[in-house]
């Protein structure tokens, strides 16, 4: 594992978050066609939220991945969903979204946060990645959706 920086998201690297998520996005498992216009628009909603955390990784400098979610007031607390988790393929498989999840929920708890929430792929390597730090299958909830056309 490289020398990696973890800090507070920054509105001046919006675009490179967008090229990011366009770039990790765009392969397995996901295989989604990002245009990086669109998923600069995407980050920036996110990041202007008044109750949005992120955080970034740097190595030598540069933005490699980053992590982001906001919190949600609910009848038993303050919950923190992660919408996006992304890294650069290139650097992907060098422990760069450990780094980003651990601080993520490190700094989560220390602000009292009573969970964290988030949504990805039901199959691959996605949910066991996740799994080891503590993120379980709901039981109670299902994820409903419905294409308007």
């Known amino acids: 594992m490289g ?4 800090k507070c998201c920054s509105p001046e690297h919006v675009e490179e978050y967008g090229k990011i998520y366009a770039k990790a996005f ?6 989604d066609c990002w245009k990086i216009e669109d998923a600069i628009l995407h980050i920036s909603e996110i990041l202007e939220s008044e109750q949005s955390y992120g955080w970034e990784c740097l190595s030598d400098g540069n933005v490699v991945g980053f992590i ?3 919190t949600m007031l609910f009848h038993y607390g303050r919950v923190f969903e992660i919408n996006d988790l992304a ?3 290139d ?3 060098n422990g760069i979204a450990t780094k980003l999840l651990k601080h993520c929920i490190s700094e989560m708890k220390e602000r009292g946060i009573k969970g ?3 949504i990805t792929a039901n199959e ?3 949910p066991e990645f996740y799994g080891r730090y503590g993120f379980e299958r709901e039981e109670e909830v299902i994820l ?5 056309e």
């Open 116 to 118: 964290i929430n988030l």
């Open 144 to 148: 409903m959706g419905m294409k308007i």
């Open 124 to 126: 691959g390597t996605l």
């Open 87 to 89: 890294v650069l393929p």
């Open 68 to 70: 982001l979610g906001s």
């Open 26 to 31: 765009s392969g397995e498992p996901w295989n």
């Open 3 to 6: 020398h990696y920086i973890i």
């Open 91 to 93: 650097y992907q498989r």
